[in-house]
Antibody, heavy 116, light 108 residues
Framework: QVQLVESGGGLVKPGGSLRLSCAASGFIFSDYYMSWIRQAPGKGLEWVSY????????DYADSVKGRFTISRDNAKNSLYLQMNSLKAEDTAVYYC?????????WGQGTLVTVSS | EIVLTQSPGTLSLSPGERATLSCRASQSVSSNYLDWFQQRPGQAPRLLIY???SRATGIPDRFSGSGSGTDFTLTISRLEPEDFAVYYCHQYASSPWTFGQGTKVEIK
């Protein structure tokens, strides 16, 4: 079955960087768009970014544009999110999901905390 | 940006009752590219409905979606104990994709 496992979350200081990973299995990873979505503690969902199957098409939410970079390695069945210049408001659980319009399924998420 | 407004914020119902959740868009959602997610405490969101009215794989038929344009509805015909959760609508018609703020369905 499809499985998505995020990793790389943790505590980072404001202005710092972090790289999230999402390991995919159970489907042909290189055939699908992939997405990142986040959820601040006790808050709703916010779409962050998506990337096409080849990596040639990418889109970002305005809130992360210029600071976050999405990428993928189809040989490793992995999706990444490089997060730079982190702010307190980036504190959230970050989920990866298969697809970019109909996003299903989602991984269990990894928590990123930005605090001094 | 399409803003999605969900109502009510909280719905207090008993098991076996019918739940009707609303999602209103600030502008028309083309091709009815709107879906609904369920999120139970401590879990990742789960897709229930896509393209406004198509049930996702494995979703019980007590869940149904309807609507078009700017007004969409998720209906749960008879609430089961596991249905008490938060529900989000989401549009993927126009970038940036956006989510509603959520409706919590709680046990009365």
């Amino acid at each position: 079955q499809v499985q998505l496992v995020e990793s790389g979350g943790g505590l980072v200081k404001p202005g710092g960087s972090l790289r999230l990973s999402c390991a995919a299995s159970g489907f042909i990873f290189s055939d699908y768009y992939m997405s990142w979505i986040r959820q601040a503690p006790g808050k709703g969902l916010e779409w962050v970014s998506y990337i096409s199957s080849s990596g040639s098409t990418i889109d970002y939410a305005d809130s992360v544009k210029g600071r976050f970079t999405i990428s993928r390695d189809n040989a490793k069945n992995s999706l990444y999110l490089q997060m730079n210049s982190l702010k307190a408001e980036d504190t959230a659980v970050y989920y990866c999901a298969k697809g970019h319009t109909v996003m299903v399924p989602w991984g269990q998420g990894t928590l990123v905390t930005v605090s001094s | 940006e399409i803003v999605l407004t969900q109502s009510p914020g909280t719905l207090s119902l008993s098991p076996g009752e019918r739940a009707t959740l609303s999602c209103r868009a600030s502008q028309s959602v083309s091709s009815n590219y709107l879906d609904w997610f369920q999120q139970r405490p401590g879990q990742a969101p789960r897709l229930l409905i896509y393209d406004a009215s198509s049930r996702a794989t494995g979703i019980p038929d007590r869940f149904s979606g309807s609507g078009s344009g700017t007004d969409f509805t998720l209906t749960i015909s008879r609430l089961e104990p596991e249905d008490f959760a938060v529900y989000y609508c989401h549009q993927y018609a126009s970038s940036p994709w956006t989510f509603g703020q959520g409706t919590k369905v709680e046990i009365k």
